[in-house]
Every structure is written in structure tokens, then in C-alpha cells.
């Protein structure tokens, strides 16, 4: 059963950065995309940025510019880099990784890394 381990989060002031890392436990092959995903308190979980196996990238509006998403496929790993931070950016960050297989697709979700924007 492969794990995904978010790493990274933390307590930050208004403007400061953090970076996230999130590591496969085993290979997953057929990955079709990574990403980042969160949730804020009393909010629905909402994507924040992803980037495929070509190497796309897609980010929300609220983060672009400021987030920067990346993979080093080698290590299984992705990497969301936050610059700028803001008190709304406070919420739990959750890794994602989605599989092509026989049947679709299959999502494997981390459990996720708390990040705190403190003003």
C-alpha cells in the first residue's frame, strides 16, 4: 500500500514562506498528475496547485504568483513552494497523487500537513 508523507508545514508570519514536500513511500507508476490540495476550517477542500506527468502546471487563482509547484520524479516527490504567505492561506495542505489504471483512475491522498499564517 503505498503512503504519501506531506512534510513542511508549520507556524509563519504574514509574508514568509514555507515549502512542502511530499514523498511516496513506494514507486507509483502511471502517475497522470501531483498535487497540492487544502482545506481551511469550516471550508470545502479545494486544489491549489497540480502538475502533470508532462510537466504542467495549474494553480489557483488566490496562489498564483506566490506558489510554485514541483516534482523530482526520481525521489517520488513533490514540493509546493509558498512565498508571500497570507493569514488566508492558513488551512490544511494535503498531497495528491492520481494513477492511470485497467479501470481509470485511482487517487492516493496524504493526511495531510497544517499550515499557519499568523498576521
Known amino acids: 500500500q503505498v503512503q504519501l508523507v506531506e512534510s513542511g508545514g508549520g507556524l509563519v508570519q504574514t509574508g514568509g514562506s514555507l515549502r512542502l514536500s511530499c514523498a511516496a513511500s513506494?514507486?507509483?507508476?502511471?502517475?497522470?498528475?501531483m498535487g497540492w490540495y487544502r482545506q481551511a476550517p469550516g471550508k470545502q477542500r479545494e486544489l491549489v496547485a497540480i502538475?502533470?506527468?508532462?510537466?504542467?502546471?495549474n494553480y489557483a487563482d488566490s496562489v498564483k504568483g506566490r506558489f510554485t509547484i514541483s516534482r523530482d520524479n526520481a525521489k517520488n516527490t513533490v514540493y509546493l513552494q509558498m512565498n508571500s504567505l497570507k493569514p488566508e492561506d492558513t488551512a490544511v495542505y494535503y498531497c495528491?497523487?492520481?494513477?492511470?489504471?485497467?479501470?481509470?483512475?485511482?487517487?492516493?491522498w496524504g493526511k495531510g500537513t497544517l499550515v499557519t499564517v499568523s498576521l
Open positions: 495528491n497523487v492520481e494513477q492511470l489504471v485497467a479501470w481509470g483512475k485511482r487517487d492516493y
Open positions: 513506494a514507486s507509483i507508476f502511471s502517475i497522470t498528475s
Open positions: 502538475i502533470t506527468s508532462g510537466g504542467s502546471t
